[in-house]
């Protein structure tokens, strides 16, 4: 029989009605409202109640039933120790394209693991493939309201779709949509891709079918593939050139354009790497669509630029001296370059260097500043003058944690350096502030 796994609080938010309660790290939840809670799906339905009924164990094994009237909605403010508070589903697939298959021997077990879990979607925003959901977890989908929900889609063609994800269920487990569209679950989607397999014809085709699921499939990415150099014995796949790039970005144009004027939405976007790519501009605010899409790396450049060019120009600008570095990937360096440029027009005597790190961990095709590991940046800056501070952004680290992919830390990496090292969020205010050596207010 299995054993139930118990909900242990790991922190209690300060001014939350679980503080007001007297809850404290340790204790147990065991139901709500007379029902055991079998995961965070289940947690988020049961506590939208405005009246609640809650049974907590303590650590002395005494049990409190307490009594909760909140508004409907409200949180409790509690945070657990498994933050799924049942255990994580690892995913089934062997994509052509998985960017796990190509990571070297020797790093942390954590990054081996691969998720496609439906509750990470809707927690962290993660990409499930749907080939791991039950008709009763898109059930219990449908019933909680737990959206948006994120799908990879990467093909239309059920043939294809088992092809790129190696599962002879894929193709079938687009009809996982069909129940989602008709129950009015918002969606959003990605295509991951691969030259030679999914775009030209196929990309036309996948972005056909997934016009139809319109309004409820609110966006679609799509990216280009991520290779390292650990490819050894996986399915051959080439990185795109600007030419292919041109190419894309005029399929997913075109698209826009005829899909804005029937339904007012853009809906299929590109990622930043493929302007980047093709030395276009990047478009203008607007084609965005409120950004639904920039944790996959949709948007994010023109959200930077505008947010650094608002809080630009509310400076009056001085003559303050200051030597900074900032550190980044290949693919960011040019844009940040030219943002520090309109930075040292109001700030002349600035001392702004922006170094690109090449990515020798994983290889020359990897440029996102969010695979750089510590080693790389320790080789590369070794001999440079940094100045008084080196800048580097948040995606480098780990989630919540001061430590690169290869378990570098930032203390390890600052010692090696002999430089103060300031890890800057990804918003223009905290970009502006870093360079400039403002406390953020």
């Not at 001014?15 to 340790?26: F, V, Y």
Request: charged share 30%.
């Amino acid at each position: 029989m299995k054993k139930v796994k118990e909900h242990v609080i790991k922190t209690i938010e300060p001014g939350s009605i679980a503080e007001e309660l007297e809850l404290e790290p340790g204790d147990v939840l065991v139901s709500v409202n007379g029902q055991p809670v079998k995961d965070v799906f289940d947690y988020h339905y049961l506590i939208n109640e405005e009246y609640l009924e809650i049974l907590v164990r303590k650590p002395s094994g005494e049990e409190w039933e307490l009594e909760i009237e909140k508004e409907y909605e409200d949180d409790l403010g509690i945070e657990f120790e498994n933050g799924m508070m049942d255990d994580y589903r690892s995913c089934s697939n062997k994509c052509i394209f998985c960017f796990i298959d190509q990571l070297p021997k020797g790093m942390r077990d954590t990054l081996y693991f691969k998720d496609d879990d439906s509750r990470l979607s809707f927690l962290q925003g993660n990409y499930v493939t749907l080939t791991n959901m039950s008709d009763a977890d898109v059930q219990r989908i449908i019933t909680y309201r737990m959206e948006p929900i994120n799908i990879s889609f990467q093909a239309m063609h059920p043939e294809l779709r088992c092809q790129m994800l190696h599962n002879r269920f894929a193709g079938e487990a687009l009809k996982k949509v069909d129940r989602f569209y008709e129950a009015g679950i918002i969606m959003n989607g990605q295509i991951v891709l691969c030259k030679g397999v999914n775009d030209g014809k196929e990309l036309e085709y996948s972005i056909e079918q997934l016009v139809k699921y319109l309004p409820y499939l609110q966006s679609v990415s799509v990216v280009p593939v991520g290779l390292t150099r650990y490819r050894d014995g996986l399915y051959p796949l080439t990185p795109f050139t600007k030419e292919d790039a041109c190419a894309v970005l005029a399929l997913i144009h075109s698209w826009q354009e005829r899909l804005y004027k029937e339904y007012g939405n853009h809906f299929i976007h590109a990622g930043d790497e493929w302007y980047l790519l093709a030395e276009e501009e990047i478009p203008a605010e607007d084609s965005y669509d409120g950004y639904l899409q920039l944790e996959n790396g949709v948007g994010m450049i023109r959200l930077l630029r505008e947010e650094v060019h608002e809080q630009l120009a509310a400076l009056p600008g001085d003559d303050r001296k200051r030597h900074v570095t900032i550190a980044t990937g290949e693919l960011a360096a040019p844009i940040l370059t030219g943002l520090g440029k309109e930075v040292k027009e109001k700030f002349p005597k600035l001392d702004l260097q922006v170094k690109a790190v090449k990515n020798e961990f994983f290889g020359g095709k990897i440029t996102v500043a969010g695979l750089l590991t510590g080693q790389d940046l320790k080789k590369q800056l070794a001999d440079l003058n940094l100045g008084e501070e080196l800048l580097l952004t948040e995606h480098m680290l780990k989630s919540g944690e001061r430590v690169f992919l290869d378990d570098v830390t930032v203390e390890e990496l600052s010692r090696a350096l002999q430089v103060p090292i300031t890890i800057v969020k990804s918003d223009g205010k905290s970009f502006l502030d870093a360079v400039l050596g403002r406390s953020e207010n």
